[in-house]
């Protein structure tokens, strides 16, 4: 039993052993609704995502688990109601795994030293969001076999990027060659530290990569003043039909979802060839799946 | 009061006063009556402290303390303060106003000293604040509040970030010759912040707070102070941009002090760890070489004085989200042991340690104490400096338990304090007497 509050810490090879049992979870793989049957998981989310919901719903149903499903009424937490409060009554339902999604980052770490059953963080504040890197990670390796000596590039909105964390350790710890791009409000100070190279030219390194991972623009950063319009930011940025050309041959293009099209991805990109988007999403469901499953047991 | 002490062969350390060997030190009628080289007899009737082996201190004084009474009294009242003071080896603080109603009046002065007295521990000097309400909008009325018994004015909490305001502030309270003491920070830079921004704000992925919020702000008061010739102290400087400007403008003569906590002076960022809100504070903890540059600051005399900032909070402030947790933590009690862990590392010496806490804020603020020369008053902490101990927040006598230090090691503790010629610490005892 384990918590995944984040990919940070984990090695590589209980990483490569969660994805190595997720191809067990892809569609026509052997029954597993044995797995977690007359268990049940709680999928806590503060914060909406149907993606990752719906996916993590999916993931424990085909375990054979029930889904305790909670969001805030709006009044628990209007009534004063903390976070430990909402964990401690779920917790109190007998859950063998709380799943949750929150805006404060660290909330996952703060339930997790007050509870016993598993935690495992859906994403939490501008932190990290394990479970879409576990993906991302399974999808390249799908179609590389082995991500060693690969380079991939992320770009946008590093700072408020709760992907962009989770990519960073997981692939550098899968063996992976990382470049991290945006403009410099958008990046966070001390990311070479964390292993990441860093860069504003996106021109410059786009060549080099084996694979670009575009993160989606939030659109109130324009209003903050991280940007002085999406037109620039989509010039210097985005991954437009023309730089795709200038991509390595056989080079893949992510994106985590939803996209803002046209802005960090042309539409032509986001469903071309090199696309892997929607492979990214078919594969959430098996990969939650093995997470759930290997920190359970 | 009438009592005659005499504190024997202790290591008397009174930096002001030039002193740093053992001594006998005589005490009557609530002051210091002699202090001596050679053995004193003892006079008839006199409690003998046995100091071999201790040092004996000018009580210590704390620039920056939130009493949290009038208003949140379950985190923090004057009496439970003082006590917490007391078992700290402090004869002296002063409280900040930010208490639930503001002390921006004489009659909010007056009941904290009236408070004061009746827990008649150790000495509580209120500030006042800069501005009604803390709202920084109008001046309080400075005048009111220094005669009702305010040594300082203080928005502390919150900056003034209004400049012009700021720089009236530091023109009026020249009438009164009172220092002017600011929270620096200025809020745009800030805002949003849960820590200090760097490579840890970034692994964790909370928004950061740049040391720039800080020193843009000392900068623009050092300016302010320049014009005005007022007089100002920066509290709780956290980073070596502070500290740079700081030394700047004390060698060209400018009438600045400032102080640095404990925790500052220890701790850097990497204390947050997996999001422990025992070390979220306003300044956040700083970098490594924020930390380094202000244990310089202490040694250069960049720094006056060593203040905790004892910020109680309940239980409930800080089991929460990190960006939700309230700032502060407690400090009366582990002030000395985190001092001389510096000691002990041979980052500081003694005798400025023993500065930091006593003259030097003493000095700061034109306060009396600091020293032991005859005729001051018998504030006196003795120090065991090699006690080994660890701390236990569950015994602090503060209300409070919000400490990042729990269950750290310790060496060198409090063992007696003396306020004005009476023990009101022994043994881990307070002694109250009311
Ligand atoms: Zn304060």
């Known amino acids: 039993m384990r918590h995944l509050l984040g990919i940070e810490?984990?090695?590589?090879?209980?990483?490569?052993?969660?994805?190595?049992?997720?191809?067990?979870?892809?569609p026509g793989g052997p029954d597993t609704t044995h797995l977690l049957r007359g268990k049940v998981v709680a999928n806590l989310f503060f914060e909406d995502s149907t993606r990752t919901r719906t996916s993590f719903h999916m993931a424990a149903r085909g375990l054979g688990a029930g889904v305790l499903d909670w969001s805030p009424s709006g009044s628990s937490t209007s009534k004063g109601e903390t976070l430990l409060d909402t964990a401690r009554n779920i917790e109190a339902t007998g859950p063998v795994a709380i799943v949750m999604r929150h805006r404060s980052s660290g909330a996952p770490h703060l339930v997790a030293k007050h509870v016993r059953c598993v935690v495992i963080n859906a994403g939490d504040g501008t932190h990290e969001h394990p479970s879409q890197a576990l993906l991302d990670a399974f999808t390249l390796r799908q179609r590389w076999g082995s991500l060693d000596g690969r380079t991939v590039l992320i770009v946008g909105d590093i700072l408020h990027s709760r992907v962009a964390r989770s990519n960073l350790w997981c692939l550098k710890a899968l063996g992976a060659r990382v470049i991290v791009c945006g403009p410099p409000t958008l990046v966070p100070p001390g990311l070479e530290a964390l292993g990441a190279e860093v860069t504003h030219n996106l021109d410059a390194v786009l060549p080099q990569a084996d694979a670009v991972m575009c993160l989606r623009l939030q659109l109130e950063r324009m209003s903050e003043a991280f940007l002085p319009s999406t037109r620039e930011y989509s010039r210097l940025f985005g991954l437009t039909t023309a730089r795709e050309e200038r991509m390595k041959a056989g080079s893949l293009v992510m994106h985590p979802g939803p996209i803002n099209r046209g802005l960090e991805l042309a539409p032509a990109v986001a469903d071309g060839a090199r696309s892997v988007i929607l492979e990214q999403v078919s594969n959430g469901v098996a990969v939650r799946r093995a997470i759930l499953e290997v920190c359970t047991s | 009061m009438s009592a005659t002490v005499l504190f024997r062969r202790g290591r008397v350390i009174d930096p002001r006063n030039g002193v740093d060997g053992v001594r006998d030190v005589l005490v009557r009628d609530g002051k210091v009556a002699e202090v001596s080289d050679a053995p004193l007899p003892v006079p008839p009737g006199a409690e003998v402290v046995e100091a071999a082996g201790r040092w004996v201190l000018p009580g210590f004084i704390d620039l920056h303390v939130h009493l949290r009474e009038p208003g949140e009294e379950g985190k923090e009242t004057v009496l439970t303060g003082c006590r917490a003071a007391v078992a700290g080896g402090f004869t002296a603080v002063v409280a900040m106003p930010n208490t639930k109603v503001v002390n921006d009046s004489g009659l909010v002065t007056e009941l904290v000293?009236?408070?004061?007295?009746?827990?008649?521990?150790?000495?509580v000097y209120p500030a006042g604040a800069i501005t009604k309400g803390l709202k920084g909008e109008e001046l309080a009325e400075t005048g009111e509040l220094i005669s009702a018994g305010c040594v300082a004015i203080t928005d502390d909490g919150r900056p003034v970030m209004n400049a012009a305001l700021m720089r009236r502030a530091l023109q009026y309270a020249t009438m009164f010759g009172v220092p002017v003491m600011v929270h620096e920070e200025d809020l745009t830079l800030s805002a949003g912040g849960a820590m200090h921004e760097g490579s840890v704000s970034t692994r964790l992925g909370l928004r950061g707070i740049p040391a720039s919020a800080e020193v843009a702000m000392v900068a623009r008061d050092l300016v302010l102070l320049e014009e005005t010739k007022g007089r100002l102290h920066i509290a709780h400087v956290s980073c070596e941009g502070s500290v740079r400007l700081i030394r700047e403008a004390k060698r060209r003569g400018l009438f600045v002090t400032a102080e640095a906590t404990p925790h500052h002076v220890i701790l850097d960022d990497r204390a947050v760890g997996d999001y422990d809100t025992h070390a979220k504070m306003a300044p956040p903890l700083r970098a490594d070489r924020d930390v380094e540059a202000l244990r310089e600051a202490l040694v250069d005399g960049t720094i006056d004085a060593i203040a905790t900032d004892h910020a109680p909070h309940g239980v409930l402030d800080k089991q929460v989200e990190f960006e939700k947790g309230i700032n502060g933590i407690v400090g009366l009690e582990t002030a000395l042991g985190l001092t001389l862990e510096l000691v002990h590392a041979g980052l500081l010496d003694a005798k400025r340690a023993v500065e930091l806490l006593t003259h030097g804020p003493a000095k700061a603020f034109g306060l009396p104490g600091g020293h032991l020369a005859p005729g001051a008053p018998a504030d006196i902490t003795v120090v065991d400096p090699l006690e080994e101990w660890t701390v236990d927040a569950?015994?602090?006598?503060?209300?409070?338990?919000?400490?990042?230090?729990?269950?750290r090691k310790q060496k060198g503790r409090v063992v007696q304090t003396w306020v004005s010629g009476r023990k009101v610490y022994a043994d881990g005892q307070v002694k109250e007497s009311r």
């Open chain 1, 9 to 26: 810490g984990w090695r590589r090879d209980e990483l490569e052993a969660v994805l190595d049992r997720a191809r067990a979870h892809l």
């Open chain 2, 113 to 123: 000293l009236s408070r004061a007295r009746a827990a008649n521990l150790c000495h």
């Open chain 2, 394 to 407: 569950h015994r602090f006598y503060s209300r409070s338990r919000n400490t990042p230090f729990h269950g």
